[in-house]
């Protein structure tokens, strides 16, 4: 009886049934768009500065469909210029393409257009990780001079104690941890150094 119970646990608790359309919307398409190289720059240091993927940064502009109306609204129907532009292929939800393919066939505004200037919005975004990025590198300075006091100490420790001290063996696993931390650390602000050049329009 406990047995049945158990196998229908899954009766008993009240839940919204999740949407059809809704787990549709979330499937991954790939749409290609003409932008600036700044813009597609900006999309590549904000999911790395963030650590989200690009698919992410596509969802959080193109689903709030108030702020994309506004923006087509500003645009007016007007073009960019097409000159040194880049086609590029993003991956997104087909919710936010559709929701971009809706708002620019209803204000006759350029896909390519829409995009452009909804990624300038998160420019302020940008600015305060550039910023964050200049101290990453300074305490990275820091880290690097700790972590070669750390290895200093632990060879001091197998010398007065001997590698098989039990002090020694768990100061080296510290190390050990602290050594893959410092270079994911290091990989993390060298991915960053994009933003050091980064030059929007």
Not at 109 to 123: G, I, K, Q, T
Not at 169 to 196: Q, R, S
């Amino acid at each position: 009886m406990e047995k049945d119970k158990k196998n229908q646990w899954y009766m008993n608790i009240s839940l919204p049934n999740p949407s059809t359309t809704d787990l549709i919307g979330r499937q991954s398409v790939r749409a290609t768009f003409r932008l600036s190289e700044a813009c597609i720059d900006a999309i590549s240091i904000l999911a790395a500065q963030l650590g989200i993927k690009q698919k992410s940064v596509f969802d959080h502009l193109m689903e709030d469909a108030q702020v994309l109306k506004e923006v087509a609204r500003e645009l007016g129907g007007s073009e960019i210029d097409r000159h040194n532009r880049i086609q590029k292929t993003f991956v997104i939800s087909r919710r936010s393409l559709s929701f971009l393919d809706t708002i620019s066939r209803k204000h006759n505004a350029s896909r390519d257009a829409l995009v452009e200037y909804s990624v300038r919005r998160l420019l302020p975004i940008i600015a305060k990780e550039r910023k964050k990025h200049e101290k990453r590198k300074e305490l990275l300075e820091e880290i690097s001079n700790h972590f070669e006091e750390g290895q200093r100490l632990l060879s001091k420790a197998g010398k007065m104690l001997g590698i098989d001290d039990p002090i020694v063996i768990k100061l080296h696993t510290a190390m050990a941890v602290y050594k893959n931390a410092y270079h994911e650390i290091a990989n993390f602000i060298e991915k960053g150094k994009i933003i050091e050049e980064f030059q929007p329009e």
